[in-house]
């Protein structure tokens, strides 16, 4: 078994070296490919995180009628609260309300003055999050009905529809792109690993007859052909997070700073899945390499 | 029983089209464990294509092929693979050696498909090497060795598993009438020694070594 591996791994390497600037376009084709499906997969995380940030500042307040009790506010509270599609209900007294709103109008003499002529012109208020943004119809729903019409004075409800709108329009757009250029250098990957392992098997025809004579078997004379294309795949990854590592540095200020506010964090993202995302590359791109040198294989070393 | 038994074997090329060609056409044949066969044609008669269905390395289109009481045809490629690794050994006109190994190395191929441990495998190959009188060449390539020692590289590679029979097609096809000389001596000893030997030639002084001759002709033995 030893024997076998060894002098699998030993004719791969062989193989890679004889033909050394086939086996180098292949390489830096396999790297692009990976450039390319890991950036597409790239913006479309940061796409969808950015919408996820956007979604998580959405909520709906419900303003009431000053001289609703505190009791009253509470029992919509809880009613809100046994929906299945809210997440929060957040209770800001009509105390806390007028702190607040004094706390904003500061610089604001003529407004303080008035607050304090007329007294707390202010009900309580309750900030809902619903779980999901698709959420909120069902919530706004509930609220409109004429059960709670004399207890609201009113709602605010800034979905960032416009905001979320745009920034999903953008992302399948990239996406659409990204997808098109990675099938491209996909298909180029796979035509190009294709014809150098059938150049290999071209250049070792001889060795591979003889090897017939004499009674290698199927794998014996298949596998180093197998084990040069996962040999490229390996070497494209490599070169690939060598590359794409560093340009994180350059990038990421950029990314942060377009999530300024939001809970996102690009670099320690990426830190937190880089196992992750080598493995992914990995298995892409030796799923790749198998695949068509298999194909060129089973089509050009019938033993 | 006879180490070979093929009883109405065809091999038929484009069958069932306008060019359809039989290159075996019925070919009935027993060689026994000790043998020295010559199979005589001239080119294109069928002795090459009988010569790669006897060596596992082609199916023939119908009739049986038993070799040691085994059915060959019933055999996957994987197992052909297994019975050519352990029951054939060839030697073939242009030497089929590997040009970047030395002659020891090209000698202990057999020996690694069957997994034998490199020290070992060495120790056969250099003593098959000095069986065929080449123990001072171990180390050559064989751009460094004659036509006459290739083949007999050959011939060591050959042997080196012990095979039941060895199949040499136009063995000396390639070398002078001294070199072909040594080598058919070479393989006269071995069938002294009880080896079973097939060669296919078109050179009736080859058949003068054998045993015993037969001829094909148009992919039929004509005795």
């Known amino acids: 078994m030893f024997i076998f591996l060894g002098r699998t791994i030993k004719f791969a390497f062989q193989g890679f070296t004889r033909n050394i600037w086939l086996s180098v376009v292949t390489v830096v084709i396999l790297v692009l490919t990976l450039f390319s499906v890991t950036i597409a997969a790239g913006i479309n995380i940061i796409a969808e995180k950015a919408i996820e940030s956007v979604e998580q500042k959405v909520d709906v307040s419900v303003y009431f009628e000053p001289d609703i009790s505190e009791q009253e506010v509470l029992n919509v509270r809880y009613r809100l609260e046994e929906l299945s599609q809210v997440e929060s209900v957040g209770y800001i007294s009509k105390e806390e309300a007028l702190q607040r709103f004094i706390d904003r109008h500061q610089d604001d003499p003529g407004i303080i003055e008035s607050i304090e ?86 250049t070792h025809r001889e060795e591979i007859g003889i090897m017939k004579l004499v009674g290698a078997s199927n794998w014996f004379v298949r596998a180093p052909f197998l084990v040069e294309s996962m040999l490229y795949a390996v070497l494209a990854v490599v070169i690939a997070i060598a590359v794409l590592y560093p340009l994180l540095g350059v990038i990421a200020p950029q990314v942060d700073s377009f999530f300024a506010g939001y809970n996102f964090d690009l670099v320690s993202y990426i830190h937190g899945y880089l196992i992750e995302i080598i493995a992914w590359q990995l298995g892409f791109a030796i799923v790749l390499s198998f695949i068509s040198s298999s194909f060129a294989i089973g089509r050009y070393l019938r033993v | 029983m006879a180490l070979i038994e093929i009883r109405d074997l065809k091999k038929v090329y484009n069958a069932g089209e306008p060019n359809e060609f039989y290159a075996l056409n019925g070919i009935s044949l027993s060689v026994d464990q000790g043998d020295f066969l010559a199979i005589m044609g001239v080119s294109g008669s069928g002795k090459s294509t009988l010569m790669n269905i006897l060596g596992c390395l082609d199916h023939p289109t119908s009739g049986t092929y038993m070799l040691d009481g085994e059915d060959v045809g019933k055999k996957s490629s994987g197992e ?54 080449l123990g001072n060449r171990v180390q050559h390539k064989p751009s460094m060795l004659s036509g006459g020692e290739q083949q007999r590289v050959a011939i060591a590679r050959a042997l080196v598993n012990e095979p039941m029979v060895i199949l040499a097609d136009e063995p000396t096809g390639n070398l002078d009438s001294k070199s072909g000389h040594q080598v058919m001596k070479i393989l006269l000893d071995l069938h002294l020694q ?26 039929t033995i004509k005795d």
């Open chain 1, 117 to 202: 002529e007329v007294g707390n012109p202010l009900g309580a208020t309750l900030v809902v999050k619903a779980k999901s943004i698709d959420d909120y119809p069902t919530v706004l729903s509930m609220l409109e009905s004429d059960s709670y019409a004399d207890l609201i004075q009113g709602k605010s409800y800034d979905d960032n529809q416009q905001v979320i709108n745009r920034l999903s329009d953008i992302s399948s757009k990239v996406q659409r792109i990204g997808l098109i250029v990675s099938a491209v250098f996909i298909i180029i990957a796979i035509l190009i690993i294709f014809n150098t392992i059938r150049i290999n098997i071209y």
């Open chain 2, 194 to 219: 009880g080896r079973t030997i097939i060669v296919v030639t078109h050179d009736p002084t080859i058949g003068e070594y054998a045993g015993r001759v037969i001829k094909i002709i148009d992919g």
């Open chain 2, 80 to 133: 052909l693979a297994k019975i050519r690794r352990n029951k054939i050994g060839f030697v073939f006109q242009n030497f089929n050696l590997l040009p970047r190994m030395q002659a020891v190395k090209n000698v202990e191929l057999p020996l690694i498909y069957e997994g034998i441990p490199p020290k070992e495998r060495r120790q056969r190959a250099k003593h098959m090497l000095e069986v065929v009188g």
